[in-house]
């Protein structure tokens, strides 16, 4: 199937696909504390705080990255049938990712109008898709499954 003949998920799904990739996070988040806390102690306030908030960006980046360079798809991504490529239909390499990454959290903080874009976009893409050269499609279902 041409890149062009892609179809972009409607909102709805992509929401949803976020909400799940929300609970996951938050176990993954909840997980990579321990450590950290064992080895730093009480990070409730000072430099401690804002380190465990750089190690929880750190973590949940290498996360995001790592299945969006190894088939497009987080856990979330793959139930909800939806693939990150690049803007030519490739596979999305480390770089980008990382860009993707980096903007979407600008997107978020700037009062989410990185993800309200979607509204005003031609292709419904998010601005951060947008400018990292990345865009979301529906992914075919595995094989054997409906």
């Not at 696909?17 to 609970?23: D, G, I, P, Q, T």
Request: glycine share 14%; charged share 20%; with cysteine.
């Amino acid at each position: 199937m041409s890149p062009e003949a892609r179809r972009t998920p409607g909102l709805a799904r992509r929401l949803a696909c976020a909400a799940y990739e929300l609970l996951i996070l938050a176990a993954l988040v909840l997980v990579a504390t321990f450590p950290f806390l064992a080895i730093v102690g009480d990070a409730t306030g000072g430099l401690r705080r804002h380190l465990l908030q750089a190690w929880v960006l750190v973590v949940v980046g290498a996360y995001l990255v790592g299945f969006w360079t190894r088939g497009g798809q987080t856990l979330a991504m793959k139930t909800w049938r939806i693939r990150l490529e690049s803007g030519d239909g490739g596979p999305v390499g480390t770089a980008r990712a990382l860009r993707r990454y980096l903007l979407a959290l600008a997107g978020g903080a700037a009062l989410g109008v990185g993800f309200l874009w979607a509204f005003l976009d031609r292709d419904g893409q998010f601005l951060h898709d947008r400018l990292a050269g990345t865009r979301l499609v529906d992914a075919p279902p595995a094989n054997g499954c409906r």
